[in-house]
């Protein structure tokens, strides 16, 4: 089970700028628990970003992005409420997406 | 063996941003698609050159084109802000990297037409390292480093 | 007597000839502003919050109830602004309580959860997961983000705690001889690269205060003033604080009453 | 900055504190026995930290009772006193060890905390309070400066011995230090102890770059 992402989509001028944090352990498969036992590694490896059905970024991520990912960035050609949505998909398969619409 | 192997995946890494944006529908039917598209050649890459021979560079050229704003000392190594912002023309990829880590590679972005050269992302440092920003344009690889120093923090324990 | 005028006014003296070239310095000095600065405002705490605010209201426990009726202080159900008025009396219990301890007895009383069982995961596993007790207390804070901190006074009871919590702030014991004074009742202080804030003064304790509870970025988890008490005696070498305990209340009462005036600020991003 | 004071200003504490101070004070009733019965009931044992380190010996019940008021001179007397007494130098007459296995004491702050393997030796964390070496940024600024403690203190069985004690018992030269007792309370070894003497002493040690 996964949490809900938290996505910022703000419009200024021509560009959209994108904030997103994602509720993710990002385990690196090196970290032991305090009972001392190797923690598996959990990932998110893909990360897609679209707005009306066209990839505004897509990202591949290792093990050494850090837990609960934020990341940011900026596009053009969109307007206030039409829709951006975020999807991904870690190493165990599990997938999640989240959908705001633009301010 | 090995270039052939080169050569599919790089094609896979072109074929994924096609396949993402054909919809999210295929996308999501299976874990098959995120191992077939995540590039493992340059995720376990253990050195800097390494990550760059993945992806099917021979030579990055340091470049000041390249902004990379990192914190000179961070507090915890968990979390390390990194913002990189690309003048280069036509930039198509920012990769993130750290010597240091087990595994140079933290992160890639593939940017297309209509989005800026520009990302804003946290990583995890092991210890003071090099960061790099690696940046995939038309006519090649380039690339420019920030030393951060990770310090050990609180009381210790 | 004169003694302790004499004091203060050199003391007042000493301030005042110190606050400029020091901030000043400090500017320079602290070389984890950048840090700091560029993790921003793009908090991780928010991912708590939404978790929190539908734990709020989704009918849960044994008695598939929400927690609409649960009086923080401010009236059943008003979580706006009640942080910034906690700890504070509540005659139906009889004792003085933080939000925690508060967002204890209300699970308890109207969702029908067993109170052991709650304490027992209080903080998730210790380690990687917060709790949905952590979870609701993201809600709760962030909805007094910018109010002014007003913790009441007007009985016995919270007067007791705050005499308590200052004692308790000053104990020396455990292997270290640590007390909570030992790190926090001096200015400009440092541990390793990490300031400790002085919360002896009201700027020290309201700097303090109103940047808890906060992400913590070592752990990856939103953490509480309840686990930030319990994990600094944790590193005195004393035994474990029981969570809503009298010390831990409080303690916290002395903070927070110190704190009073600020606007808070929390949940705030921290090592 | 051991000391909660200066010693100039501890001075003027030292006199009014006599006339300020009406009777002596016991080590039993220096704490209200309602914070004690307080502590009690908000604490439960956790690993190696039982209930009785809630417990507090003489100095710290003198050094709570006088947290916010000055310490009478005759208190500060027999605070040092007692630490004084404490002291246990080298069997060996030898005070040095290893400075890079001293450096790893120093960086660690493990030991005695509930979390805390008891069987793991403790570490010195001297490096959260103190400046040692250059190449360590992250120290604090609770303890003065270590940097080039040999080279600036000379290299003499005097100043060793008074090293010696000052980590053995910090109370036997400041009343009310903040600095741990770590010989007295059994938190570091005398094999641990001398590895930080030589961390402090040896020339070759990154504190005498």
Same mark, same amino acid.
């Given at each position: 089970?996964?949490?809900?992402?938290?996505?910022?989509?703000?419009?200024?001028?021509?560009?959209?700028?994108?904030?997103?944090?994602?509720?993710? /352990?990002? /385990?690196?498969?090196?970290?032991?628990?305090?009972?001392?036992?190797?923690?598996?590694?959990?990932?998110?490896?893909?990360?897609?970003?679209?707005?009306?059905?066209?990839?505004?970024?897509?990202?591949?991520?290792?093990?050494?992005? $850090?837990?609960?990912?934020?990341?940011?960035?900026?596009?053009?050609?969109?307007?206030?409420? /039409?829709?951006?949505?975020?999807?991904?998909?870690?190493?165990?398969?599990?997938?999640? $997406?989240? /959908?705001?619409?633009?301010? | 063996?090995?270039?052939?192997?080169?050569?599919?995946?790089?094609?896979?890494?072109?074929?994924?941003?096609?396949?993402?944006?054909?919809?999210?529908?295929?996308?999501?039917?299976?874990?098959?698609?995120?191992?077939?598209?995540?590039?493992?050649?340059?995720?376990?890459?253990?050195?800097?050159?390494? #990550?760059?021979?993945?992806?099917?560079?021979?030579?990055?050229?340091?470049?000041?084109?390249?902004?990379?704003?990192?914190?000179?000392?961070?507090?915890?190594?968990?979390?390390?802000?990194?913002?990189?912002?690309?003048?280069?023309?036509?930039?198509?990829?920012?990769?993130?990297?750290?010597?240091?880590?087990?595994?140079?590679?933290?992160?890639?972005?593939?940017?297309?037409?209509?989005?800026?050269?520009?990302?804003?992302?946290?990583?995890?440092?092991?210890?003071?390292?090099? #960061?790099?920003?690696?940046?995939?344009?038309?006519?090649?690889?380039?690339?420019?480093?920030?030393?951060?120093?990770?310090?050990?923090?609180?009381?210790?324990? | 007597?004169?003694?302790?005028?004499?004091?203060?006014?050199?003391?007042?003296?000493?301030?005042?000839?110190?606050?400029?070239?020091?901030?000043?310095?400090?500017?320079?000095?602290?070389?984890?502003? @950048?840090?700091?600065?560029?993790?921003?405002?793009?908090?991780?705490?928010?991912?708590?919050?939404?978790?929190?605010?539908?734990?709020?209201?989704?009918?849960?426990?044994?008695?598939?109830?929400?927690?609409?009726?649960?009086?923080?202080?401010?009236?059943?159900?008003?979580?706006?602004?009640?942080?910034?008025?906690?700890?504070?009396?509540?005659?139906?219990?009889?004792?003085?309580?933080?939000?925690?301890?508060?967002?204890?007895?209300?699970?308890?009383?109207?969702?029908?959860?067993?109170?052991?069982?709650?304490?027992?995961?209080?903080?998730?596993?210790?380690?990687?997961?917060?709790?949905?007790?952590?979870?609701?207390?993201?809600?709760?804070?962030?909805?007094?983000?910018?109010?002014?901190?007003?913790?009441? @006074?007007?009985?016995?009871?919270?007067?007791?705690?705050?005499?308590?919590?200052?004692?308790?702030?000053?104990?020396?014991?455990?292997?270290?001889?640590?007390?909570?004074?030992?790190?926090?009742?001096?200015?400009?202080?440092?541990?390793?690269?990490?300031?400790?804030?002085?919360?002896?003064?009201?700027?020290?304790?309201?700097?303090?205060?109103?940047?808890?509870?906060?992400?913590?970025?070592?752990?990856?988890?939103?953490?509480?003033?309840?686990?930030?008490?319990?994990?600094?005696?944790?590193? @005195?070498?004393?035994?474990?604080?029981?969570?809503?305990?009298?010390?831990?209340?409080?303690?916290?009462?002395?903070?927070?009453?110190?704190?009073?005036?600020?606007?808070?600020?929390?949940?705030?991003?921290?090592? | 900055?051991?000391?909660?004071?200066?010693?100039?200003? &501890?001075?003027?504490?030292?006199?009014? +504190?006599?006339?300020?101070?009406? *009777?002596?004070?016991?080590?039993?009733?220096?704490?209200?026995?309602?914070?004690?019965?307080?502590?009690?009931?908000?604490?439960?044992?956790? =690993?190696?930290?039982?209930?009785?380190?809630?417990?507090?010996? !003489?100095?710290? +019940?003198?050094?709570?009772?006088?947290?916010?008021?000055?310490?009478?001179? !005759?208190?500060?007397?027999?605070?040092?006193?007692?630490?004084?007494?404490?002291? !246990?130098?080298?069997?060996? *007459?030898?005070?040095?060890?290893?400075?890079?296995? =001293?450096?790893?004491?120093?960086?660690? *702050?493990? =030991? !005695?905390?509930?979390?805390?393997?008891?069987?793991?030796?403790?570490?010195? &964390?001297?490096?959260?309070?103190?400046?040692?070496?250059?190449?360590?940024?992250?120290?604090?600024?609770?303890?003065?400066?270590?940097?080039?403690?040999?080279?600036?203190?000379?290299?003499?069985?005097?100043?060793?011995?008074?090293?010696?004690?000052?980590?053995?018992?910090?109370?036997?030269?400041?009343?009310?230090?903040?600095?741990?007792?770590? +010989?007295?309370? *059994?938190?570091?070894?005398?094999?641990?102890?001398?590895?930080?003497?030589?961390?402090?002493?040896?020339?070759?040690?990154?504190? &005498?770059?």
């Amino acid at each position: 089970m996964s949490y809900p992402m938290k996505i910022r989509a703000t419009l200024s001028g021509d560009k959209v700028e994108v904030k997103a944090l994602i509720a993710h /352990e990002m /385990e690196t498969g090196f970290r032991k628990d305090t009972a001392g036992t190797l923690v598996p590694a959990h990932y998110i490896q893909l990360v897609t970003i679209q707005c009306n059905g066209k990839s505004v970024l897509s990202a591949q991520w290792g093990p050494s992005v $850090s837990k609960n990912p934020f990341l940011t960035f900026r596009f053009s050609g969109a307007k206030k409420g /039409e829709k951006l949505n975020i999807t991904w998909q870690d190493n165990l398969g599990e997938t999640r $997406s989240d /959908e705001v619409a633009i301010t | 063996m090995q270039i052939t192997r080169r050569k599919l995946l790089r094609l896979g890494s072109a074929l994924s941003v096609l396949c993402i944006t054909a919809g999210s529908a295929l996308f999501r039917t299976g874990s098959a698609w995120a191992s077939d598209i995540w590039n493992k050649n340059a995720f376990s890459a253990k050195a800097v050159d390494e #990550v760059l021979k993945a992806f099917g560079g021979t030579h990055a050229q340091p470049s000041s084109e390249i902004t990379l704003t990192v914190p000179e000392i961070a507090e915890n190594g968990a979390v390390v802000p990194v913002i990189i912002e690309s003048k280069l023309l036509n930039t198509r990829a920012i990769h993130i990297l750290v010597e240091k880590n087990p595994f140079a590679l933290s992160a890639t972005f593939d940017i297309p037409p209509g989005t800026d050269p520009y990302i804003g992302a946290r990583i995890k440092i092991g210890s003071t390292s090099n #960061v790099y920003a690696l940046v995939r344009t038309d006519s090649g690889f380039f690339i420019t480093q920030k030393e951060v120093k990770v310090t050990l923090g609180g009381c210790g324990g | 007597m004169v003694y302790f005028s004499k004091r203060c006014a050199m003391a007042i003296l000493l301030a005042w000839g110190a606050v400029a070239p020091l901030s000043a310095a400090e500017a320079v000095a602290d070389p984890l502003s @950048q840090y700091r600065e560029m993790l921003g405002g793009d908090n991780p705490a928010d991912l708590w919050v939404s978790r929190g605010e539908a734990l709020w209201t989704e009918p849960r426990g044994p008695r598939k109830a929400t927690l609409v009726q649960c009086d923080l202080g401010l009236g059943a159900g008003v979580v706006k602004g009640a942080y910034a008025r906690l700890p504070r009396y509540f005659s139906e219990t009889g004792a003085v309580e933080d939000l925690e301890s508060r967002l204890v007895s209300c699970m308890v009383q109207f969702q029908g959860f067993k109170r052991e069982e709650i304490l027992a995961s209080r903080f998730g596993d210790g380690e990687r997961h917060s709790s949905d007790l952590e979870a609701l207390v993201a809600y709760v804070v962030t909805a007094s983000k910018g109010e002014r901190m007003a913790v009441p @006074q007007n009985t016995s009871q919270e007067k007791r705690a705050y005499s308590m919590g200052k004692a308790i702030f000053f104990y020396r014991a455990g292997t270290h001889d640590f007390s909570c004074a030992t790190c926090h009742s001096a200015d400009n202080k440092r541990i390793r690269l990490q300031a400790l804030p002085n919360l002896t003064t009201p700027t020290g304790a309201q700097a303090a205060y109103t940047t808890w509870p906060a992400y913590r970025v070592s752990q990856g988890e939103f953490r509480t003033m309840e686990w930030r008490l319990n994990d600094c005696f944790r590193q @005195q070498r004393l035994p474990d604080l029981k969570y809503g305990s009298p010390a831990a209340i409080a303690l916290t009462e002395y903070l927070a009453r110190n704190a009073n005036g600020a606007v808070l600020a929390a949940p705030a991003i921290k090592r | 900055m051991h000391s909660r004071r200066h010693p100039i200003r &501890n001075a003027i504490l030292v006199i009014v +504190g006599f006339v300020a101070l009406a *009777g002596e004070v016991g080590a039993a009733d220096l704490v209200a026995p309602s914070v004690q019965k307080t502590l009690e009931a908000s604490f439960s044992a956790k =690993g190696q930290a039982t209930l009785a380190r809630l417990a507090q010996d !003489k100095t710290q +019940g003198l050094c709570t009772h006088y947290a916010t008021s000055p310490i009478p001179a !005759k208190v500060v007397t027999e605070i040092t006193a007692m630490g004084f007494a404490t002291i !246990k130098y080298p069997a060996d *007459g030898e005070y040095l060890g290893d400075w890079q296995r =001293g450096e790893q004491i120093a960086q660690s *702050g493990l =030991g !005695k905390q509930s979390s805390d393997d008891v069987e793991k030796p403790a570490g010195g &964390n001297c490096y959260a309070c103190h400046e040692l070496t250059k190449a360590e940024i992250a120290h604090g600024n609770l303890g003065p400066s270590l940097y080039h403690y040999g080279k600036l203190h000379g290299d003499n069985d005097v100043v060793k011995k008074y090293t010696w004690g000052k980590i053995y018992n910090a109370e036997a030269f400041t009343a009310c230090s903040s600095m741990p007792r770590f +010989g007295h309370k *059994g938190i570091l070894t005398a094999a641990q102890m001398k590895d930080l003497m030589s961390l402090l002493f040896d020339p070759r040690s990154p504190v &005498n770059q």
